[in-house]
């Protein structure tokens, strides 16, 4: 995602967050824009 400023996650967060909880919800967000940030 190389010119990619801007990514709305608020929605996908909460959602997930219902199922996994708040913290385990946004390690998972971290990980998937660093696993797409890094070309994987």
Partial sequence: MPK???L???HSIIARALM???TDAVK???RLINKAGSGE
């Fill in 4 to 6: 990619m400023r801007e």
């Fill in 8 to 10: 709305n996650i608020g």
């Fill in 20 to 22: 996994t909880g708040l």
């Fill in 28 to 30: 998972e967000m971290k």
